[in-house]
């Protein structure tokens, strides 16, 4: 009887452990995903909490309101056209065809899920419908619609789809953040959603598309800390390295001779990278890659973004070849890449990129304020260092130089992607950066789809983004 | 022990305060909802109805036979609480579960009492174990040969305009089957038995019941036997065949696709999953509130997902309670069991209380996205007359127990005491 009764004390455990972990699981998933959950696009109680509450209004960071709910209770938002298709990713739609935008995600606020039960109660009391909290993002509204003016109307970007993600490296907030091409929210006509383009894809955060050359960070990164000596190496390229049956090329077969790392950096000699990258091997790479946030659950408090992925299987010493330069089936969104360059600059630590300066109810109580959060240290201080002195290089002499700005030192590192969409290969421009100035901690990433050259396409824009930076930001 | 200190084992008085809570939280709900917006009789009526069904099964039943207060109060507790998040969705909705799940509920209160008697005075149970299990034997293949296929499983049947579970009744059967086999050393009638219900349930593919079938016997096994080897050889055996259904069937992928994603296969088979997953979330710490929130966008609200609808509109703090309440529930299943003093008994509340605590889990586990859902309902909360009976009768058959146990203590202390008055013994000399 003894022992049928520890084997009944045994199974009760059992049983009562599994609902624990049940419970525990509930909370956790729950605490980790539910602001995703609840904020889908698809969920139908917000979209109904519309009638019953006045949505808050958006405002960016110098005050200018970008969303507001008028007397009908209707999304309005900027009356300059130009202005309002700037932000439209950044906010989202009435009709929620752009996902996770500030007006979906951040709905708990806006539509007042936030408050509490006692204000709940003075409201019901109070006779007015209830209105939700005023959120008051990082953002600068007109940079946003400088950069889409540039791309709208630069030589190379023209018509073009693409994006761009302008963030401090210190803290981590972010101040632009756009996806070409726009549309008008208060207008949404047949031409847009049946645009080949797919204006309603915030490619800042949705897009993964392969980085090129701008990975050449990373694969330095784990040159510089995987391989003793590797700054005094001597790599050769003759414009073709043999990988089993296959060439490395350079883009534009350039041929480069005998480089050094720092140099192959400059040029941006694939040659030399894909031959770093099997001298690392692909685990080696791998494992930095996800030092730097590849391969990662991104979950930001502020920001929905597709994770970034480094291959982990078919890989063949081709593709490892490849993947020094960024290619093989690497992808990253923008953002990410921004926050790379952005690491760097911030001596190896990766911020959490933050879009909410403050919320506040319509009775002033704050409800949030602005706070920087790191998300990890990525690479040692002295690497970041010797990664900062290449990415001088680039600006300064290299592939980049298009991205200068009188008056600023501006570091930063090109990147022309081979793509191949709908089996016609195209070359995506890139150019991540950032201002080497303490009291200007900014970095961006440009990338123009179809765009050709890195250096000639994206570096001109972020030149414009720094040369406002510099105009506006500057501590007077 | 000294003979003074032999006190009666006094029949457990009905905690007024627990009970006088419960039903002032039933009365208060209901008053709500009724009160809200429109005047509804229904919700008058159900004010007054449940707490008083909830009073007829905690203080006034527990008069004739001696109960485990705390047990009873949790498991009329979750019926109630069933009763009242399904009036709250039938809001405007044009349906009247609230009403029917009370009257199920009543039905429940008939059926626990039953099974309390039948555990208590019947004395010879072997010709009775054979022919329950003939019975249900047939009971549960009906559905093979006369049922209707419901959400994806052929295991309903209808019988004069009502619809009917087989299995859920049939599980009664594998308990007292199991534990009376068991008990008496028998192995192979009860392995037949659990075999054939396992192969009937799944070809009607009602595989979330299956594996509570399968859990329940294999514990049940363990408690009885304590034999490691061969319930490691049942385990093997399940995953075995968990493996071998998830490559043979293809709904059977479907599920656990829909379980590591749910959203990529939103628009079809993971809308369910998501639905849930978007209400838990929207209840927040606090829930939306009674009688709020759109529950109604769940598929089977009133039955799978019920726990879903209870985290939307109390909040997942109040969705933790109730799994601590089950907690509860299995823990003085758990000492009922260890109290019995016939292997029978003992088997049969051991068992109830596994199979409840499986049930649970499969369900909410199942909500709350840690394991792939299966449909079966949730114990005593679910909307549906079979299964809200059959936990209840499940209930009648711990009580019961508990009440032969209440009696055996009661006797051993009339004996001990007229040993101590007849010998007079010096109370020093008692150990």
């Not at chain 1, 539910?34 to 960016?60: E, L």
């Not at chain 1, 060439?247 to 950096?265: C, P, T, V, W």
């Not at chain 1, 490849?322 to 690491?343: E, K, R």
Request: proline fraction near 3%; glycine fraction near 10%; charged fraction near 15%.
């Amino acid at each position: 009887m003894k022992q049928l009764h520890t084997r009944f004390r045994v199974l009760t455990l059992i049983v009562l452990g599994l609902l624990l972990v049940a419970g525990l699981y509930g909370v956790y998933s729950v605490n980790l995903y539910g602001r995703r959950w609840f904020s889908n696009s698809k969920n139908t109680r917000y979209q109904a909490a519309k009638n019953n509450v006045i949505a808050g209004d958006i405002i960016d960071r110098n005050g200018v309101v970008l969303a507001t709910t008028n007397a009908d209770g209707d999304r309005v938002y900027q009356n300059n056209l130009k202005a309002r298709r700037a932000v439209v990713h950044l906010l989202g739609d009435r009709d929620g065809n752009v996902a996770n935008g500030v007006d979906s995600f951040q709905a708990n606020y806006l539509l007042g899920f936030e408050t509490s039960l006692a204000e709940r109660i003075t409201s019901l009391f109070s006779n007015q419908t209830r209105r939700g909290d005023n959120v008051t993002l990082t953002v600068d509204s007109v940079l946003c619609t400088r950069i889409v003016n540039a791309f709208e109307n630069g030589s190379g970007t023209k018509g073009k789809s693409g994006a761009a993600v302008v963030m401090n490296y210190k803290t981590g907030a972010v101040i632009a953040l756009v996806s070409l091409p726009v549309f008008d929210p208060q207008d949404i006509s047949e031409s847009v959603k049946t645009d080949a383009r797919h204006p309603f894809w915030n490619r800042a955060l949705q897009s993964t598309l392969a980085p090129g050359s701008t990975f050449k960070i990373i694969t330095t990164a784990s040159a510089l800390e995987n391989l003793s000596g590797i700054t005094d190496y001597t790599f050769n390229c003759t414009g073709a390295t043999k990988v089993l049956d296959q060439y490395i090329h350079d883009y534009n077969m350039a041929q480069h001779g005998k480089i050094s790392l720092e140099r192959a950096f400059t040029v941006s000699c694939n040659n030399a990278f894909a031959q770093c990258a099997l001298m690392l091997g692909d685990s080696a790479l791998r494992k930095t890659a996800e030092d730097f946030g590849f391969n990662a659950n991104f979950l930001f408090r502020d920001i929905v973004v597709e994770n970034s992925v480094y291959p982990t299987t078919n890989r063949n010493l081709v593709e490892v070849a490849w993947s020094g330069a960024g290619q093989s089936q690497i992808a990253a969104t923008p953002l990410h890449m921004c926050m790379v360059a952005a690491a760097v600059a911030n001596d190896g630590v990766m911020m959490e990129p933050r879009l909410l300066l403050q919320v506040k109810s319509p009775a002033g109580v704050t409800r949030l304020r602005f706070s920087s959060k790191e998300y990890r240290r990525v690479v040692t201080e002295d690497i970041a260092k010797t990664l900062q002195s290449y990415m001088l290089n680039v600006v300064a002499s290299g592939t980049g130089t298009a991205a200068r700005v009188s008056g600023l030192t501006i570091a930063g590192k090109t990147g022309s992607a081979e793509a191949s969409e709908n089996g016609v290969n195209t070359t995506n421009a890139w150019f991540v950066g950032y201002i080497d100035d303490d009291s200007l901690p900014y970095a961006c990433c440009i990338l123009v789809e179809d765009g050709g050259g890195g250096g000639s396409v994206a570096a001109p824009i972020a030149s414009m983004i720094f040369q406002y930076i510099k105009d506006n930001f500057a501590t007077k | 022990m000294k003979a003074s200190q032999l006190r009666a084992p006094s029949r457990r008085h009905p905690d007024r305060r627990l009970v006088s809570a419960m039903m002032l939280f039933f009365f208060s709900a209901f008053l709500l909802i009724a009160l809200k917006g429109e005047l509804r009789w229904q919700g008058f009526a159900l004010a007054v109805a449940v707490p008083l069904l909830i009073y007829i099964a905690t203080m006034w039943l527990p008069r004739f036979f001696p109960a485990d207060k705390l047990l009873l109060s949790i498991a009329n507790f979750l019926c109630g609480l069933g009763v009242l998040v399904l009036y709250s969705t039938d809001l405007d909705a044009g349906t009247s579960r609230g009403l029917q799940q009370a009257i199920y509920y009543s039905v429940g209160i008939a059926a626990m009492l039953f099974c309390i008697l039948m555990v208590r005075y019947v004395r010879r149970w072997r010709l009775l174990i054979k022919i329950i299990g003939l019975g249900a034997a047939g009971l549960i293949a009906l559905p093979l040969a006369i049922g209707t296929e419901m959400n994806g499983a052929t295991n309903w049947i209808r019988v004069a305009g009502m619809s009917l579970q087989p299995s859920e009744v049939v599980k009664l059967a594998l308990l007292l089957v199991l534990s009376y086999s068991m008990s008496r050393r028998h192995f192979w009638p009860w392995l037949i038995f659990t075999g054939y219900c396992l192969g009937v349930l799944m070809l009607q593919k009602d595989l979330g019941t299956a594996l509570i079938y399968y859990m329940t016997a294999l514990m049940m096994y363990f408690a009885a036997t304590g034999n490691l080897a061969m319930t490691g050889v049942g385990l093997l055996g399940g995953a075995g065949a968990a493996v071998l259904g998830y490559n043979m069937f293809s709904h059977v992928k479907v599920r656990v696709a829909i379980w590591r994603n749910p959203w990529m296969y939103y628009e079809k088979a993971g809308y369910q999953i998501a639905q849930i997953l978007m209400a838990i979330a929207s209840g927040g710490l606090f829930g939306v509130g009674l009688g709020l929130g759109a529950p109604r966008v769940i598929p089977v609200y009133y039955t799978d997902c019920i726990f879903a609808v209870i985290c939307e509109q109390f909040g997942i703090i109040f969705g933790i309670l109730v799994l601590v309440m089950y907690g509860i529930l299995i823990l003085r299943g758990a000492s009922i069991a260890i109290s019995a003093r016939h292997g029978f008994h003992a088997l049969l509340a051991m068992g109830v209380t596994v199979m409840l605590g499986v049930q649970t889990f499969v369900i909410i586990g199942g909500v709350l996205k840690l394991i792939p859902l299966t449909g079966v309902t949730m114990p005593f909360v679910s909307y549906g007359g079979t299964s809200l009976v059959s936990c209840m009768a499940m209930i009648g058959l711990l009580q019961g127990v508990a009440s032969v146990n209440q009696d055996d203590m009661e006797y051993d202390y009339e004996i001990s005491r007229s040993l101590s008055e007849q010998e007079d013994l010096p109370s020093a000399g008692w150990r």
